[in-house]
């Protein structure tokens, strides 16, 4: 007696490759947008944590000078960040380079930007900046210009507006 082996055919059929790919598909179509929600979250997320951090400096700031005893503008206010922060006669940062009117420039925006967050914050200048700095007329009456932090990275155009008159933070997320 001879036994015949049947080979059995190894492999997918035509039908099983297609169920794959269509179920691929469907997962790819619910997961890219979620991707990209994620990335617009991310940035948003971004805007808020530096608009804290910059809110935290300026009051950190004004706690400091008000620990110091002090009760008029005041240039190098001792004891917060590089010791070489300014500020007006109500306390809030002003400029690092000996000014304390709260008449702010793009210059002094800068100065107010980079002696409040130091290390590791945003960048608001050199190639690709993450952050661009404006300044408009202020928008509660008051003299001088607040300093506008327009977020670059995501092309909507969020803000960070800083009021050196009243140390007031303003986020606007697009």
């Known amino acids: 007696m001879q036994y015949r082996k049947i080979q059995k055919q190894q492999g997918f059929t035509l039908i099983e490759l297609v169920v794959v790919i269509a179920i691929l598909a469907i997962l790819a179509a619910f997961a890219l947008p979620r991707f990209a929600q994620l990335?617009?979250?991310?940035?948003?997320?971004?805007?808020?944590?530096t608009a804290g951090a910059l809110a935290a400096g300026v009051a950190l700031t004004k706690t400091q000078w008000v620990s110091n005893g002090f009760t008029a503008a005041t240039t190098d206010v001792q004891g917060f960040g590089n010791d070489d922060v300014d500020v007006s006669a109500d306390g809030w940062p002003t400029a690092t380079n000996n000014v304390t009117n709260a008449n702010m420039t793009v210059a002094r925006c800068q100065?107010?930007?980079?002696g409040i967050l130091q290390s590791?914050?945003?960048?608001i200048s050199g190639a690709n900046p993450d952050y661009s700095v404006t300044v408009q007329a202020d928008a509660d009456g008051d003299p001088g210009d607040d300093c506008v932090f327009t977020y670059q990275l995501d092309g909507q155009n969020s803000t960070i507006d800083y009021d050196a008159d009243t140390g007031e933070i303003t986020t606007t997320i697009n």
């Open 39 to 49: 990335s617009e979250q991310a940035h948003q997320s971004s805007i808020r944590a």
């Open 111 to 114: 100065q107010v930007w980079a």
């Open 120 to 123: 590791n914050a945003p960048t």
